[in-house]
């Protein structure tokens, strides 16, 4: 059960709790109780936040040796495990996901997330050549890398920790001092870290906090900042678009992790079982809300009545409730006003003339949950492509189910969309498998799975799904910035 204290969660300034201009309620998904009071970053609070990194940067953090770091780093990793189920409790709370989900992902990659980059950015090495020149002259040329300086870190509710600690892990890897902006709805764990970066000895104002909305508050006061040297961000495409206009006139570096709208595309001789598993995972696990998720599956026609009845099966399986009880697989949507959005796609798909086979509307789960933000998982077949919800991304727990007749069209109704997140494709042709996979127009393809990560690969997306790449050292080059000495000998 819940804590019965809610707490009110302060923006971190060089080591400091700092009120906002006002404060504003976090409401919990699950039952629409108060989760937390969040005090809202003004003007005055990003700038504070800014010189505070500038200050820690300058004084003597950009410097630090790589083994330092890299130590710092592996001990932030160490207290996220050893304050584990209290970061567990602050991100279910404030999104209401299954503890046991929380557990497994969010915050067990949290940790990883530290370690890994430790070690990448402990064993990267740096390229040094000889120039050797038709008159005779030769020179040593080497690289020496730098911070970007001080990095505004922006990122969504969906993996609210998991994805800070993506971006913040990196960034104090290269030495940068960061100014994060958690989500409105997410405020709790980058708040939590402040307290574990302060125990785990790294000095005040490396890690700064200010919590708010984006337009009109600390998200744009700090996209905006003359005193940042560059962003990255996560978030929805639109976002990503604002966030590059803002940053236009002071020329600063972005990487962008944005929307999708991702295909899954299955092959009649693909084994079925195990489709059916990866399938489920992907369209619903942690209710549709992870950017990789599948909202199109195009499958070969000769299956497609197998498919369709075997995922409605699973989505019927899947256990709406409170994130505590132990057999809850599938928890709300982040708010009401998300839950308007994706009931708004559910209405959409049904005047565009979709047949929807599961779902569809908002269950019933008793007087106690009714002020939750709860939605069905829900699939449809007959739209094809030219349909908004079959192009626009609803971030829910659904997906459309279309038919293809051959390898060729299935590749060009995969590719048919203006993002290019992730895609997955289901068949056990190995050769097959890898060559589709290397046909879709994305950043990530997986073969017979989804969502398997190795840091160390790149991530990130073409078209409306970002710019850029993070991940092993695709995160070191964004994060550093070389300095080449060329010395004539
Ligand atoms: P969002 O874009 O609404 O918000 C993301 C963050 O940006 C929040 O902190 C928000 O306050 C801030 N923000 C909003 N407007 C801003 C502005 N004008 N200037 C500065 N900051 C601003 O996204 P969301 O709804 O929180 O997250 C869901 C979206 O994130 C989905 O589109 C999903 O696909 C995407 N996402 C992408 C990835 C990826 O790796 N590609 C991962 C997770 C989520």
Redesign the pocket.
């Known amino acids: 059960m819940s804590d019965q204290r809610v707490p009110d969660l302060h923006n971190v300034v060089g080591g400091e709790h700092v009120t906002g201009r006002a404060s504003f309620d976090k409401i919990n998904p699950v039952d629409g109780s108060l989760a937390a009071t969040v005090q809202e970053a003004g003007r005055d609070t990003v700038d504070a936040a800014v010189s505070a990194a500038r200050k820690a940067l300058d004084g003597g953090w950009g410097d630090t040796p790589v083994n330092e770091r890299a130590r710092l780093l592996r001990r932030v990793a160490d207290r996220i495990e050893e304050r584990f189920e209290d970061f567990v409790a602050a991100e279910v709370r404030d999104t209401g996901k299954p503890a046991a989900l929380v557990r497994q992902l969010d915050v067990a990659r949290a940790a990883i997330n530290f370690r890994s980059f430790a070690d990448t950015v402990a064993s990267a090495g740096l390229d040094s050549f000889l120039t050797e020149l038709p008159d005779g002259r030769r020179a040593l040329n080497y690289a020496v890398n730098k911070p970007l300086g001080v990095v505004a870190v922006?990122?969504?509710?969906?993996?609210p920790l998991l994805?800070l600690t993506?971006k913040v892990a990196p960034a104090l890897a290269c030495g940068n001092a960061v100014v994060v902006?958690?989500?409105?709805?997410?405020p709790s764990t980058a708040t939590l870290l402040a307290e574990v970066m302060a125990e785990a000895g790294v000095p005040s104002g490396v890690y700064n906090v200010v919590h708010?909305?984006?337009?009109g508050?600390?998200?744009?006061?700090?996209?905006?900042h003359p005193g940042i040297d560059g962003?990255t961000?996560?978030?929805?495409?639109?976002?990503?678009s604002?966030?590059m206009h803002?940053v236009a006139p002071s020329v600063r570096p972005v990487s962008?992790?944005?929307?999708?709208k991702n295909a899954a595309v299955v092959f009649a001789d693909a084994d079925l079982d195990a489709t059916l598993d990866g399938l489920a995972r992907s369209v619903f696990l942690n209710t549709g809300?992870?950017?990789?998720?599948t909202e199109r599956v195009y499958v070969e026609r000769a299956i497609f009545d197998d498919v369709a009845a075997g995922l409605v099966e699973k989505a019927r399986a899947l256990k709406l409730g409170r994130p505590e009880a132990p057999d809850t697989t599938t928890g709300p949507l982040?708010s009401g006003q998300?839950r308007n959005k994706v009931q708004s796609y559910l209405d959409l798909a049904v005047q565009e003339g979709a047949d929807v086979l599961v779902g569809g509307g908002v269950p019933d789960l008793g007087d106690d949950l009714a002020g939750g933000a709860w939605i069905e998982p829900t699939l449809w077949t007959s739209l094809d492509n030219a349909s908004r919800v079959v192009r626009e991304?609803v971030?829910g727990p659904v997906a459309a189910l279309i038919p293809f007749d051959s390898e060729e069209e299935a590749v060009r109704l995969a590719n048919d969309t203006d993002y290019g997140?992730a895609a997955a494709v289901w068949t056990q042709n190995l050769e097959r498998g890898h060559r589709v996979a290397q046909r879709m127009r994305v950043?990530m393809a997986w073969v017979n799975t989804w969502y398997l990560r190795d840091l160390r690969s790149p991530?990130?997306?073409v078209g409306l799904?970002?710019i850029g790449r993070e991940g092993g050292m695709h995160s070191l080059h964004f994060y550093s910035e070389p300095t080449n000495v060329c010395v004539q000998l």
């Open positions: 922006i990122v969504p509710w969906n993996l994805l993506w902006k958690p989500s409105e709805e997410t708010g909305f984006g337009p508050s600390a998200g744009e006061y700090l996209a905006t962003v961000f996560t978030g929805e495409s639109s976002t990503g604002a966030i803002a962008f992790e944005l929307g999708g809300q992870v950017c990789l998720c982040i998300h991304e971030f997140l950043g991530f990130g997306g799904s970002g």
